[in-house]
């Protein structure tokens, strides 16, 4: 363009002015992007990168939306039905945190074309409260969501997080018959770069570590498989390319899955992925003292269970011949299953 030509106008309102904002001791620890920043210290970082004491942070303009003709602007806040909806979602509160049973198909935050997530409606219906995200889960993932009520317990958490103190456990339907038991899959993830607004992750030795459980609970024949999956680590869709890697997609994911087996469950009513946050557990770190929280199965997962019933048969069970075979050739009765810690 001739540098005599003017620049094309964008649509929308002004622009707010560049900000600086220098981090306290109090914000140190987060995560950048909770922060809702785009430069620390001058320079760009990752957005997984821990703001520090001092951080200087650039917070560049953002073009306001503009009013239209009857002077009203554009949203500035979640909408009511998704503040009563949130809301709804709460299962557990007291002074430290608020735990949810997250909807499927609501982002925990905004962004990626989403202009209010789960947090943005918290913290606009509880606007006198320093609310911030423990962990997230994906848009299409429903149950167990985290969100601390004040940057103590926030920082207690990230640390309990880190050294592997959380335990975390869902609930997923796998295409095909698992026939690998109770497996440990430590395999690396890797992030790739954004392809039309989406991150894609995949397995690559220079990846973070990553480890997930998989554990079957119910078999559907050949169909499917209802998986327990605990997840010491919580990468970034870890659960979805770990049991890809496996051989086994999660049922309804149309990123990492089997598309004739998605189009299969579809018409047993499957409409997102079926992946569900069961449960959280953890000791409060200082006391000790046990945390337990739990979400049942949603109804639209529930039925598409009860479609495909004709089926199931439970991990446990084997055919009579096989057992008769199995006691035989060990000379006893068949051992109890062993308890499960989490």
């Known amino acids: 363009m001739n540098s005599n030509e003017a620049a094309p106008q964008r649509p929308g309102g002004a622009k707010t002015p560049v900000t600086l904002r220098t981090v306290t001791p109090d914000e140190a620890g987060q995560r950048i992007d909770n922060f809702l920043m785009r430069h620390v210290n001058r320079k760009r970082v990752a ?7 001092g951080d200087e942070v ?3 303009p953002v073009r306001l939306e503009a009013a239209d003709e009857f002077g009203r602007e554009g949203p500035t806040r979640p909408s009511l039905s998704l503040l009563e909806l949130i809301e709804r979602a ?3 509160q007291d002074k430290h945190l608020l735990v949810l049973d997250k909807p499927a198909g609501v982002a925990v935050h905004g962004g990626s074309g989403l202009s209010f997530g789960v947090i943005e409606a918290l913290r606009a219906s509880r606007p006198r409260e320093t609310l911030e995200l423990v962990h997230r889960l994906d848009r299409d993932t429903s149950g167990c969501l985290l969100v601390a009520r004040d940057r103590a317990t926030l ?9 592997g103190g959380m335990h975390k456990t869902y609930l997923a339907l796998v295409a095909g018959s698992w026939q690998l038991g109770t497996k440990r899959i430590d395999a690396p993830l890797a992030t790739d770069n954004r392809q039309h607004g989406e991150r894609h992750v995949r397995v690559a030795a220079a990846g973070k570590e ?4 998989f554990k079957p609970v119910q078999f559907f024949g050949a169909l499917a498989t209802l998986m327990e999956v605990d997840i010491p680590t919580g990468r970034t869709h870890q659960i979805r390319v770990h049991a890809s890697f496996a051989g086994h997609p ?3 994911d ?12 579809k018409s047993q009513g499957l409409k997102r992925t079926f992946l569900h ?3 959280v557990a953890f000791d409060w770190p200082g006391s000790g003292v046990p945390f337990h929280a739990s979400a049942p199965l949603p109804a639209e997962l529930a039925a598409v269970l009860d479609a495909i019933t004709p089926l199931k048969r439970r991990a446990s069970e084997r055919p009579k011949r096989a057992r008769t075979s199995a006691k035989r050739a060990a000379g006893q009765g068949t051992a109890k299953p062993t308890s499960r810690s989490s």
């Open 90 to 92: 709460v299962i557990f």
């Open 277 to 279: 946050a069961q449960s």
């Open 155 to 163: 920082t207690a958490l990230h640390a309990l997080i880190r050294n």
């Open 58 to 60: 650039r917070l560049p």
């Open 210 to 213: 990553s480890v997930s459980v």
């Open 47 to 53: 957005a997984e990168y821990r703001i520090q004491d």
């Open 250 to 252: 999660l049922l309804g």
């Open 254 to 265: 149309d990123k990492y899955g089997d598309r004739e087996r998605n189009a299969e469950l």
